[in-house]
């Protein structure tokens, strides 16, 4: 069972992954601290050892550690497409990722148009997108698919990815899914950076809350995210419903129109035509 203070620890090392530099904690999260302070410091004052005549022994206490080896992404190829392979390659056995122990060892990367103009990136693969090893195929992919037609747009004209590369793992795993954490997150992330900084899309659309997080460095769900602009250094970020969520809200309007509302700010980014009938999706009935 995890102790409150390694949960603490994975979360501040995926802030600062992320490039955060100060965050924000409440009063309990400062106990732990304090708690782990108070604890080391008790160590570090403990009464010394009574130690033979002669120069002081050396201690390796308070000596600096190596550094760890720290794994890093080597992009090669002259064209995005040869760029992209070449992290695809990489992807497969990303020890970040390898050695969490909780992500499946099927690796799922991206699918798309490497000049795309516009990015969309979800979560994590999950039973469908193992078994194919391609990003939305399953019925949230084809939801995605129906958006993309909606807009005038094909699969083959945007690019496809995911925050985490591995379906995350859980006990006797079927069909089931869940969500990545912030360690997930975290060890994934220098892929989708390399990715975006490689294609330069014109625009990123977020489709849930965990892209959001992975690419803003925000926590919280979808509702207060949406209807503005947000940016991913210097990319405008667009985040929405996940295609999942729409299934799971059944035919309900609001939600459809919420998510389409997004996709109609996204094509006037992009300067794409848009028809009064778009316009009219989801509208009620005069």
Known sequence: MSRPVDVLLEFLEAEQARGVTHVHLDDGARGVLREVFNSTKAKKTAPPREEAEGPPAKTT???????????????????????????????????????L???????VFAAGNPEARVMLVGEAPGYQEERERQPFVGPAGQKLNDILKAMGLSREEVYISNIVKFRPSTPKQTTNNRKPNAGEIAACLPFIRAEIDIVRPACIVALGETAAEGLLGITGTVAPLREKWHDFEGTPVRVTYHPSYLLQTGDGHQTKRQVWEDMLAVMEKLD?????????????KA
Request: glycine share 4%.
């Open 272 to 284: 794409l035509p848009i028809s009064p009938k778009q316009r009219c999706f989801f509208l009620p």
């Open 61 to 99: 206490l308070d000596a600096p550690k190596p550094p760890a080896a720290v794994a890093k992404i080597s992009i090669k190829g002259a064209t995005r497409a040869e760029q992209l392979d070449s992290l695809r390659r990489q992807a497969e056995n990303w020890s970040p990722a390898k050695s």
């Open 101 to 107: 122990g909780s992500l499946r060892e099927t690796m």
